[in-house]
C-alpha cells in the first residue's frame, strides 16, 4: 500500500478517542504539480509554509504522481517523449529516484512508437517501482484477437522494474492485459467465449471501440496480500491482479496464491462491463489504492478517486469493501460482484476533470486533493465531512506524513559477526540517518529475544552464551524531535564442540542476516571453484540455484525467512537460515 513511510511516537491523551475526529493528522504535506519542475514538502502544523523544495530540470517536468519513500526520497513520473515515441494525455515515460539533496539516482526512460509509461507508479518496499505501461497492438492483432472495429489498440501491461544502474532497470516481473481478454463477437477468433457475464475474469476486448479503450491509471499494491488493484478510466472500474505469480504464471489462467494465474480476481464498479446488472458507481475512476489497514473505519477497504461520481458530478472519493475470502473474491457467477454499493463516500465542493486522489489518515480523516477546473485544492476532513485545514494548489495527488516520519531517524544495526560459537565475543554496531538534520543527538537502547541483554552504548560488546539464535534489539531516538527507529540484528550461536572442530568441519558464515537484498557467503575458503549454492522458501519451494559465487542477491523476493544450502568439495550440504527485511 502506498503508506509511504510509517514512523512517529503517538502521546496518548485519555480524550484521545473522543478528539480523533476534531483533530489534524500527521505534520507535512507533500504535493507537486503537473507539468511544473517543482515538488513542495509543506509544515501543514503551522501554517502552510514550504519546509522543503524539489527542483527538477525543465525539461523533465512532473507528469503525474509523485511519492516519498524511506530514506527521504523522492519517487516521481515526469513527461519524456521518444523521437517518434507515443504521446498524449496522461502520458509519461519515465520515472526518477531524487534524493532530499535533489541529486538524481535514478532515472529510468521507457517510451517509443510501441510503447509507453504512463499515469500512476507504486514504489515498493524492496526498491522496485510498479509501473503502468501501454502496448501498442495492430489492427491485424486486434482483429484477429476479436475486436469488432479495425484499428489498432493501446493495450495494458504492469511492469516491477528494478533499478540496476544510473538509468537503467530489469523488469523482474510483468502483467499483460491482452492475456486476459474474452469476446463473443465472432467464434473464428481468439478469445471467443460464449458468455461473458459468466467470465468476468477477462476483459471483453469490445468494451469500446477506441484506441485507448482501458486508460489504466491509478495503481497499488497490497503486500500482505500480494495483490495489486489499478483503476480504469475508459471503463469505469477497478480491478484486482495476483501479483505472487511469476510472469510467464501471469500470461495464464491459472497457479498464483488465488490459483487464477494473472485473471482478474475482482472487478468493481460498472457491472454492464461483464454483462451483469447492477449499478453504475465512478463517473471518471482514478486512484484505486487500498485503505491502510491501521484505518479505524475501513481496513483494508478499497477506494478509488470519483471524479464526476459525487453528489451534482461533483468529484468524490468512494469506499467499498471486497468479499474477501483468503486470497480469493466471493462471486455467484453470472450476477456482479458485491457489494451492490459503495460502503462510504464522500463528496467534496470541487469538481476534476481528471487525476486527484484520497489518503485515509490512521485517525479516520482523509487528505484529498482535487486538482479542480481553474483552481484546486488540497484538503483534511474529518469523519464527519468537517475540513480542518485546507490549501489552495493545482496537483495531480497529495500525500501527508507525521513529523518523524521524515524528521526521525531511519536505524540500521549489525554485528561484527552473525555465526559464532558459544563464549566468543559479539561486537554489534548500529547508526542512524537522518537526512533533514544538521548535527542530531541520539541516544540508543539495546535488548535481545531472547531477553538477557541490555546496553545504552551505541556499539556494544557482549560474550555469546549458549547455542540458539538471538535478535539483537536497538532503538535510536532523538529526543529533541520525540522520534524514534528501531533495528535488529539476528546472531546464531553453535555449540562448536571439540568433536567438530575435529572433524574439521566448515564454518559456513551468511552475513548480512537480516539482509535487505544483497548477502554474501563465507565458508572459509578461498577456492569457490566447487561450490554450489540453492535457495529455498519457507515452504521448502527451490527459488534459486547458482554455483561458483560468494554473492546472493534476494532483493527480487519477498520479504521472509529463507534456506540457503551451501555444498563445497565432499561436505555434506550445510544449511543456514536467513531473513529478508527491507
Known sequence: ??????????????????????QQ???YTLYAPSNSTTAYLIDTADSPVTFKTWTFSSSKKTGYSTYLVPGDTLVRSYGYTASGGLSGGGMTGAVQKVLWDNTVVWD????SSTYSLHHDICPMKNGNVLMIAYEVKSATLATQAGASSATSVWSEKIMEVKPTGATTGTVVWEWKLWDHLCQNYNAAKDNYVTSIVNNPQLMNINIGTSQDRFHMNGIDYNEALDQIVVSMHMTNEIYVI????????A??????????????????????????????????????????SDNPNYPGYLC??????????????????????????????????TPSTYNYQYTSAYTANDMGNSQQLPNGNVLMCVPGMGSGAIFEVNAAGTTLWSKTATSPHA?????????????????????????????????????????????????SSPAGFTSSLQNPTLTAGAAGTYRYNVTITNSALGCYDTASVL?????????????????????????????????????????????????GREIMKMRNTRTIDLSAFPDGIYFIAVLSGENSPITRKIVLSR
Request: glycine letters at 8%.
Open 25 to 27: 493528522w500527521g505534520y
Open 304 to 337: 478509488a478517486f470519483n471524479n464526476k461520481g459525487g453528489t451534482g458530478s461533483k468529484s468524490a472519493f468512494t469506499i467499498v469493501n471486497p468479499p474477501l475470502s483468503g486470497y480469493t473474491y466471493n462471486l455467484t457467477l453470472g450476477q456482479a460482484y
Open 108 to 111: 529510468y526512460q521507457y517510451n
Open 399 to 447: 500525500y501527508r506524513f507525521t513529523l518523524c516520519a521524515v524528521r526521525g531517524p531511519v536505524a540500521s544495526s549489525s554485528a561484527t559477526s552473525t555465526v559464532v560459537c558459544s563464549g566468543a565475543q559479539i561486537s554489534l554496531n548500529s547508526s542512524a540517518l537522518s537526512v533533514t538534520e544538521t548535527n542530531p543527538s541520539y541516544s540508543y537502547s539495546w535488548n
Open 251 to 292: 500470461a495464464t489462467h491459472t497457479g498464483g496464491n488465488a490459483g487464477k494465474g494473472g485473471d482478474f480476481l475482482y472487478r468493481w464498479g460498472k457491472p454492464a462491463n461483464y454483462g451483469a446488472t447492477g449499478t453504475a458507481i465512478f463517473n471518471v475512476v482514478h486512484d484505486a489504492h487500498w485503505v491502510p
Open 1 to 22: 500500500m502506498k503508506t509511504i513511510i510509517q514512523k512517529s511516537i503517538f502521546v496518548i491523551f485519555i480524550l484521545a478517542a473522543a478528539l480523533a475526529n476534531a
Open 242 to 249: 495476483d501479483h505472487s505469480t511469476t510472469t510467464a504464471v
Open 491 to 539: 546472531v546464531t550461536v553453535n555449540a562448536c564442540t571439540d568433536v567438530e572442530l575435529q572433524n574439521n568441519k566448515p564454518q559456513i558464515e551468511i552475513f548480512p542476516n537480516p539482509t535487505t537484498g544483497i548477502v554474501t557467503i563465507n565458508n572459509g575458503e578461498t577456492n569457490i571453484s566447487d561450490m554450489q549454492i540453492v535457495v529455498s522458501d519457507v515452504t
